[in-house]
């Protein structure tokens, strides 16, 4: 299994992008995605056309398309690896990363009618507990869930007087937030009333570029425990899943920002590259030490 997997997903256009006929300037072969660059000063097509290789292409552009990616592929091929690494003890994150619009939110939490991959995820862990539960295995889950707006840490479960929590470092479990409140969910339905719960209160705001355009950062984590028997002897495994939709990066005069949310914006942009240089280091790091 990949420690770290990158997949890429083009959505429909949208409402605005039809009105001025905009130009399709993404194609997808297998796993590569092709772009053009249809304003370089130049007819060369190797100039003009660069293609990527990534783990996964997800063309989900027009639903009548013999590609098309559906949530449910998306959740195949990603969703399901999350599920598999927290059954095995291991630890998972999910990113969702790009400009606003794009269809992060989209990705991450879907719509009730069609679901992105948090709730698939959430839905397939409580699905495998209840199998493995007739094994003699039981299990604890817990779920915390916050967004980071304007570089403040507030709690989505639950609403505090003063919704600016600290983060903190603990000498072994590593950063923590004090104060986040933790639910201890025992079913789907409960799991689902929290992520819906924690989405009614995630700010979110109205741009040029995106109606409910996410203003903040958020993080949704599962803690999940599985206590049995290992050789007869009582074990516990314990493993976490981050699953993180980032708000998007935007250009002030695309998003036709003023005010508010024009200082939104710099502090969304201002953390993304903050971010962008965590993962470079991180990069960087892992490669030295092969
Ligand atoms: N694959 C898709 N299929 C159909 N509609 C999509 C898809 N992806 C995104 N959309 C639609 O596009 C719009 C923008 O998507 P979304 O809100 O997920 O963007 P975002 O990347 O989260 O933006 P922001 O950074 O501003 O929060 C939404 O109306 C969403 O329903
Ligand atoms: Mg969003």
Same mark, same amino acid.
């Given at each position: ?21 905009? #130009? ?5 072969? !297998? ?18 056309? /660069? ?140 799991? #689902?009333?929290? *992520?819906?719960? !924690? ?26 425990? #599985?206590? !049995? ?10 493993? /976490? ?26 502090? *969304? ?9 965590? *993962? ?11």
């Amino acid at each position: 299994m990949a420690s770290v997997k990158v997949a890429v997903r083009v959505r429909p256009f949208n409402e605005r992008e039809r009105e001025n006929d905009s #130009q399709l300037i993404i194609q997808m072969r !297998g796993n590569t995605t092709g772009i053009l660059n249809c304003k370089a000063n130049t007819r060369d097509e190797s100039i003009r056309y /660069k293609e990527f290789t990534f783990d996964y292409s997800y063309w989900s552009h027009d639903e009548d398309s013999e590609n098309y990616a559906s949530q449910e592929m998306v959740y195949h091929d990603l969703g399901t690896e999350v599920v598999e690494c927290a059954f095995e003890g291991y630890n998972a994150c999910v990113f969702a990363y790009g400009q606003t619009g794009s269809g992060k939110t989209f990705t991450m939490m879907g719509h009730q009618e069609n679901q992105g991959l948090i709730p698939r995820i959430c839905k397939a862990l409580f699905d495998r507990m209840s199998e493995n539960s007739k094994r003699g295995t039981t299990h604890k889950v817990q779920v915390s869930y916050l967004e980071i707006y304007q570089e403040r840490v507030a709690d989505l479960l639950q609403r505090h007087d003063n919704n600016s929590l600290k983060v903190r470092q603990h000498p072994t479990k590593g950063p923590y937030v004090e104060g986040l409140t933790t639910c201890l969910v025992t079913n789907y339905g409960h799991i #689902q009333n929290c *992520i819906d719960r !924690g989405n009614a209160l995630r700010t979110t705001a109205s741009t040029n570029m995106n109606d409910v355009s996410s203003r903040s950062h958020a993080i949704f984590t599962i803690t999940f425990v #599985q206590a !049995g028997y290992c050789d007869g002897v009582p074990s516990e495994t314990v493993s /976490k899943i981050h699953l993180v939709d980032l708000a998007g990066s935007e250009r002030a005069d695309s998003t036709g920002a003023t005010g508010k949310r024009l200082k939104e914006g710099a502090y *969304i942009n201002k953390s993304l590259v903050t971010l962008g240089s965590v *993962i470079s280091k991180l990069a960087e790091l892992s490669t030295e030490k092969k």
